[in-house]
């Protein structure tokens, strides 16, 4: 009796263990088998040949841009890097001064109105007949506009030009006594002065605080993202509140000389560029240093400058007078 239980134990045991085995194989292996999640991670990173997975590889610039936009300059650190690229640009320029001759206010008055559409260099080869012949506001007040055109004929765009002067030349005599005055909002009721002539005029013939915002210094400000703005006068207003008052004049010249030497509008000398580890636009122009140098103007490429009569301390050649060869 009790071998019969047993053995009628025994095949219900193995009855038990072959549905158990069946269940197995019919149930899916979910546990080996892979998602369609895991296989997506599997397939996008790649093995080295010791199996074990390699780094992405992003490109250098794209990289670069993407930590960029990630982490943008902070209003503190633009602010540190424009008054190192002011101080970095007084070493380079020391000399740095208007670029138009003049003897007294009357005459930079004249000369920076003249000098709009056309370069420095051809006010001063004009100015010295022009001054010879209209000394004095009275004088160039009772001028013959069609002799007066004649004489500055070289600046261009004469005849409104000359119209501008002699309106000027007019207020001066009858409203300020023959003498320019030394207050922005006198110098803007002129003919022809607006408030970029009217600082070059404050802040080299009576030493009052300004910035010159002319299209290199636009162009530069924009370049070093000083500012974003297209006007003029709001360009002034941003700059001016990153600089001190005290360096508003002097910074002037200092960014217009780097424009008209070095930081070109079509083709920027970068590869010649003192100041390229404080210039987020490096790049846009020439970076090999041999074609680089061979863009640079005036004293920093070993040519006249813009002045006929420049200052005594400055490096480069005086320009020479109209006409010469």
Same mark, same amino acid.
């Given at each position: 009796?009790?071998?019969?239980?047993?053995?009628?134990?025994?095949?219900?045991?193995?009855?038990?263990?072959?549905?158990?085995?069946?269940?197995?194989?019919?149930?899916?292996?979910?546990?080996?088998?892979?998602?369609?999640?895991?296989?997506?991670?599997?397939?996008?990173?790649?093995?080295?040949?010791?199996?074990?997975?390699?780094?992405?590889?992003?490109?250098?610039?794209?990289?670069?841009?993407?930590?960029?936009?990630?982490?943008?300059?902070?209003?503190?650190?633009?602010?540190?890097?424009?008054?190192?690229?002011?101080?970095?640009?007084?070493?380079?320029?020391?000399?740095?001064?208007? /670029?138009?001759?003049?003897?007294?206010?009357?005459?930079?008055?004249?000369?920076?109105?003249?000098?709009?559409?056309?370069?420095?260099?051809?006010?001063?080869?004009?100015?010295?007949?022009? @001054? !010879?012949?209209?000394?004095?506001?009275?004088?160039?007040?009772?001028?013959?506009?069609?002799?007066? /055109?004649?004489?500055?004929?070289?600046?261009? @765009? @004469?005849?409104?030009?000359?119209?501008?002067?002699?309106?000027?030349?007019?207020?001066?005599?009858?409203?300020?006594?023959?003498?320019?005055?030394?207050?922005?909002?006198?110098?803007?009721?002129?003919?022809?002065?607006?408030?970029?002539? !009217?600082?070059?005029?404050?802040?080299?013939?009576?030493?009052?605080?300004?910035?010159?915002?002319?299209?290199? @210094?636009?162009?530069?400000?924009?370049?070093?993202?000083?500012?974003?703005?297209?006007?003029?006068?709001?360009?002034?207003?941003?700059?001016?509140?990153?600089?001190?008052?005290?360096?508003?004049?002097?910074?002037?010249?200092?960014?217009?000389?780097?424009?008209?030497?070095?930081?070109?509008?079509?083709?920027?000398?970068?590869?010649?560029?003192?100041?390229?580890?404080?210039?987020? !636009?490096?790049? /846009?122009?020439?970076?090999?240093?041999?074609?680089?140098?061979?863009?640079?103007?005036?004293?920093?490429?070993?040519?006249?400058?813009?002045?006929?009569?420049?200052?005594?301390?400055?490096?480069?050649?005086?320009?020479?007078?109209?006409?010469?060869?």
């Amino acid at each position: 009796m009790g071998e019969q239980v047993s053995a009628t134990a025994a095949k219900v045991s193995k009855a038990t263990n072959r549905k158990k085995s069946k269940a197995v194989k019919a149930s899916p292996k979910t546990s080996k088998e892979p998602t369609a999640e895991t296989s997506t991670a599997k397939t996008s990173t790649p093995k080295t040949s010791s199996g074990k997975a390699a780094a992405a590889k992003v490109p250098a610039g794209k990289g670069a841009a993407a930590k960029a936009s990630a982490k943008p300059e902070s209003r503190l650190a633009m602010v540190r890097r424009a008054r190192r690229i002011n101080r970095e640009l007084a070493e380079v320029y020391p000399y740095a001064h208007p /670029e138009l001759d003049f003897r007294n206010p009357f005459e930079l008055l004249v000369a920076t109105v003249l000098s709009a559409q056309t370069t420095d260099l051809r006010v001063n080869q004009t100015t010295p007949a022009l @001054f !010879a012949k209209y000394p004095t506001p009275e004088d160039m007040a009772a001028a013959v506009p069609e002799e007066l /055109e004649e004489v500055i004929r070289p600046t261009g @765009f @004469f005849r409104a030009k000359a119209r501008s002067l002699i309106g000027l030349s007019t207020a001066l005599r009858d409203t300020f006594g023959g003498e320019v005055p030394g207050r922005l909002e006198d110098l803007v009721t002129l003919p022809g002065v607006g408030r970029k002539t !009217a600082f070059v005029v404050l802040g080299n013939a009576f030493g009052v605080p300004g910035i010159t915002v002319d299209t290199h @210094f636009m162009r530069l400000a924009r370049r070093w993202k000083w500012t974003d703005q297209d006007d003029p006068v709001k360009i002034e207003a941003e700059v001016g509140a990153i600089f001190p008052k005290s360096e508003w004049t002097m910074l002037s010249h200092r960014v217009i000389f780097h424009g008209r030497r070095i930081c070109h509008s079509r083709k920027p000398a970068c590869g010649a560029c003192p100041i390229t580890h404080l210039c987020p !636009a490096y790049g /846009e122009g020439e970076t090999d240093p041999e074609k680089a140098r061979k863009l640079l103007k005036y004293e920093k490429g070993g040519y006249p400058g813009q002045r006929l009569n420049p200052p005594p301390d400055y490096p480069g050649k005086p320009a020479p007078p109209l006409g010469s060869v």
